[in-house]
């Protein structure tokens, strides 16, 4: 049904709001980064057709977040080989 349909969603965007206050703190951003989240977020972020506007935006503002001023994850954002990826999202 429809309305569980959204409320999975509105769950999964509250999670990923936790998630993006979380990586707020530098460390906390550099484990999730070192723990292998980031090809999460942008394989979230990347799947048009199968994961919701609002799931793949809050991804983007997460990996945002986390590269902020966070020299250790904008290293592994360049080593994973992201940057591509990020471009050929937009």
Do not use: W
């Not at 509105?10 to 979380?22: A, G, P, R």
């Not at 090809?39 to 506007?53: E, K, M, N, Q, Y």
């Not at 290293?75 to 050929?88: R, S």
């Amino acid at each position: 049904p429809a309305s569980s349909s959204s409320s999975s969603i509105n769950e999964i965007e509250e999670v990923l709001l936790e998630l993006q206050d979380i990586v707020e703190q530098i460390d906390f951003a550099k484990s999730f980064a070192a723990m292998g989240g980031m090809p999460f977020l942008i394989g979230c972020a990347s799947h048009i057709r199968d994961v919701p506007r609002s799931i793949r935006a809050a991804c983007l503002s997460i990996l945002g977040t986390m590269c902020q001023n966070n020299p250790s994850v904008q290293y592994i954002m360049l080593e994973q080989g992201n940057i591509p990826k990020l471009i050929n999202i937009y």
